[in-house]
Nanobody, 118 residues
């Protein structure tokens, strides 16, 4: 069984910064892509950023230049450094990983709330 555990959400003022962390655990042979998605109230879940096993990142246009995704493959972990936060970044952020294990597939974390407000 594979589990993803996120941490680092919270309340921040506009223009501030937060760092999200996600660690995968369980019977993992390998992890291909790891990424972050978010879902705001009344909206669809959307991709924020993801990073390949080789470290190649992709970002949603709305966060380019403000967010940075990174991973530590030795720790099966992924991070999202968020800067210049805006109220429209407010959402529940979910970690996602494409895992090669006894049961291959895409796994999700439980979500962490990020609120950007003055």
């Amino acid at each position: 069984q594979v589990q993803l555990v996120e941490s680092g959400g919270g309340l921040v003022q506009p223009g501030g910064s937060l760092r999200l962390s996600c660690a995968a655990s369980g019977s993992i042979f390998n992890i291909n892509y790891m990424g972050w998605y978010r879902q705001a109230p009344g909206k669809e879940r959307e991709l924020v950023a993801r990073i390949s096993r080789s470290g190649s990142p992709n970002y949603a246009d709305s966060v380019k230049g403000r967010f940075t995704i990174s991973r530590d493959s030795r720790k099966d972990s992924v991070y999202l450094q968020m800067s210049s936060l805006k109220p429209e970044d407010t959402a529940v952020y979910y970690c996602n990983a494409e895992v090669v294990s006894l049961k291959n597939g895409a796994y999700w974390g439980q979500g962490t709330q990020v609120t950007v407000s003055s």
